[in-house]
């Protein structure tokens, strides 16, 4: 069955220190790959998304991402994490000719000042 | 977000009696859905539509319709309310069948049922 795993559902870095969220995901055929990130009492806003070509992909906010199909990963990297950077970060999967994505269940990110 | 809006945006209602959520969209896309986020779950999907009068259900369809006049309006309608439909309610909209493009989405309605 197609699914999208996020292992971690907290986690706390400190302002300045590097991120990395994890993604994995199963799926039979070539998947879109999306981050979407959502702040308390929003909706959730695009930050990047994968469906060809080259495997590390760049998003807003500075946040980026890496493709690894062995691996069936699509992990979102930051250098240096901003207080702003607190919020809920979610993966999705889809893939073509489908109309919707699966999402993962989220991870929580604190940042410590 | 700009282009999508949901309303109401808050709403207690009690267990058993009709609600529906209304999303409106100024971009013209396609594709239109509703989804519920609940703790621990993520984001589920409840009905999606992929043009005026087209709709289809997701995983999460039972207790909800949904309705789809225009390309601007999506109506997601909980027949009889229960207290297990207590959730946010997100809308979003794609220009493509293809989502390559991702999704735009609405700030959501919380619906709590008492």
């Known amino acids: 069955a197609q699914s999208v795993t996020q292992p971690d559902i907290h986690i706390t870095v400190s302002e300045g220190a590097s991120l990395e969220l994890r993604c994995n995901y199963s799926?039979?055929?070539?998947?879109?790959l999306f981050w979407y990130v959502q702040s308390p009492g929003q909706g959730l806003q695009l930050l990047l998304k994968?469906?060809?070509?080259?495997?590390l992909v760049q998003g807003i906010k500075g946040f980026e991402a890496e493709f690894k199909r062995s691996q069936s990963s699509f992990n979102l990297r930051k250098p240096s994490v901003h207080w702003s950077d607190a919020a809920e970060y979610f993966c999705?999967?889809?893939?073509?000719?489908?109309?919707?994505?699966?999402f993962g269940t989220g991870t929580r990110l604190k940042v410590l000042a | 977000d700009a282009g999508i809006t949901q309303s109401p945006r808050h709403k207690v209602t009690e267990t058993g009696t009709p609600v529906t959520l209304r999303c409106h969209q100024t971009?013209?896309?396609?594709?239109m859905y509703w989804y519920r986020q609940d703790p621990g779950h993520g984001l589920r999907l409840i009905h999606y539509?992929?043009?005026?009068?087209?709709?289809d259900k997701g995983e999460v369809s039972d207790g909800y319709s949904v309705s789809r006049s225009k390309t601007e309006d999506f109506l997601l309608t909980l027949e009889s309310a229960t207290s297990s439909q207590t959730s946010v309610y997100f809308c979003?909209?794609?220009?493509?069948?293809?989502?390559?493009?991702?999704?735009?989405f609405g700030s959501g309605t919380r619906l709590t049922v008492v």
């Open positions: 971009e013209n896309h396609r594709y």
């Open positions: 979003a909209i794609s220009e493509s069948k293809e989502q390559v493009y991702g999704y735009t």
């Open positions: 999705a999967v889809g893939t073509s000719g489908t109309y919707k994505y699966i």
């Open positions: 799926y039979g055929a070539t998947p879109y």
């Open positions: 994968y469906f060809s070509g080259d495997t």
């Open positions: 539509s992929y043009g005026v009068k087209d709709t």
